[in-house]
């Protein structure tokens, strides 16, 4: 016997305004048509004037607890990935914590960019296998919006806010890929590849927070490379094969960069969930508000078997491979 990391429960938030792509036509030079050619986004969200990363991580989390039906002083980690924390120290992780009352335990930030989820998700579940867990909340929470240069139309079209949550719960499995729970993840990252994808500024840089800076075409021929290779590592390191993963849950970045993954796999269009037309790219946040929703529509049902996979700023990407 082995112990995994089931998902007991999973939670979202969105911030109530919603941004067209008609309103973003009206401050800068775009369409709705060259957006949704390029990018698939239809629309976003955008957190309110004083409403922080902490807040949507904390409303997603509380939903995530709620679907599990686990109390929050059961919590024993927190981990939460963000590139947008509300503060350089403390951790956002440690303000969630308090708000939600499970003091004493570790909390924690962790910062991947939009393969922050998958790692964060590694993380607790490595905590849980080593028996120094029983019961993770790992997060994803972004206000990505605070950081982008509104007159720069190839970046600021492409990213909202959001949070989504999940509780990992610890329970022993046969050591099989027939196992509920995380079976196995995967992680990598290019630090060559920085100056493709970045923010220009940091306390220690620049004592400035900065912009989004991108250089799209290089970031999309790179994502659609990685994330198909990280992808067909989870595959053979379980010993299945494309056809039996039910659902593919990949980063919401670009409908394209999603398209080619799932070309590159052979894979149904139908088994991928795709958000990124109502949520846009919430970097940490897409992957967790992307599951939550196809779990509670019905789509993710116990006993499928769903992939994660993400590439971000680093250059990072990876994957988790996961049984309901």
Not at 147 to 152: A, G, M, Q, S, Y
Not at 214 to 229: D, S
Not at 235 to 257: F, S, Y
Not at 292 to 314: F, N, Q, S, T, Y
Request: charged fraction near 20%; glycine fraction near 10%.
């Amino acid at each position: 016997m082995i112990i995994r990391s089931v998902i007991a429960g999973c939670g979202s938030y969105l911030p109530q305004r919603v941004v067209t792509n008609e309103e973003l036509a009206q401050k800068v030079d775009t369409t709705d048509a060259w957006i949704v050619e390029r990018t698939g986004i239809r629309s976003r969200h955008i957190a309110a004037d004083g409403e922080t990363t902490a807040d949507l991580a904390t409303h997603a989390a509380r939903a995530a607890l709620a679907h599990a039906g686990i109390d929050a002083k059961d919590v024993d980690l927190i981990v939460l990935a963000t590139a947008t924390p509300d503060n350089t120290f403390p951790a956002t992780a440690s303000k969630v914590q308090a708000r939600l009352g499970c003091l004493g335990s570790p909390a924690f930030d962790i910062q991947a960019v939009c393969s922050g989820f998958v790692y964060a998700l590694t993380t607790a579940d490595n905590f849980i296998k080593a028996g120094q867990a029983k019961c993770a909340l790992v997060i994803g929470a972004e206000t990505f919006s605070r950081i982008l240069d509104w007159n720069d139309r190839g970046t600021c079209v492409l990213f909202g806010d959001g949070a989504g949550a999940v509780v990992l719960r610890a329970e022993e499995g046969e050591g099989a890929n027939t196992d509920r729970g995380i079976l196995s993840t995967h992680l990598h990252c290019d630090g060559t590849q920085h100056d493709l994808l970045y923010v220009d500024g940091g306390p220690s840089s620049t004592q400035t927070v900065g912009h989004l800076r991108m250089t799209g075409k290089e970031v999309f021929r790179h994502a659609v490379v990685n994330l198909a290779q990280v992808v067909q590592e989870a595959i053979e390191a379980n010993g299945i094969e494309a056809h039996d993963i039910d659902w593919l849950v990949p980063h919401q970045a670009n409908k394209r960069i999603i398209d080619g993954t799932a070309r590159k796999l052979r894979m149904d269009p139908d088994r991928v969930v795709v958000t990124v037309d109502h949520h846009a790219n919430t970097s940490a946040a897409s992957i967790p508000l992307a599951f939550d929703e196809a779990v509670k529509d019905g789509r993710i049902r116990p006993g499928h078997l769903v992939l994660l996979e993400a590439m971000g700023g680093g250059f990072t990407w990876g994957s988790a491979l996961v049984r309901m």
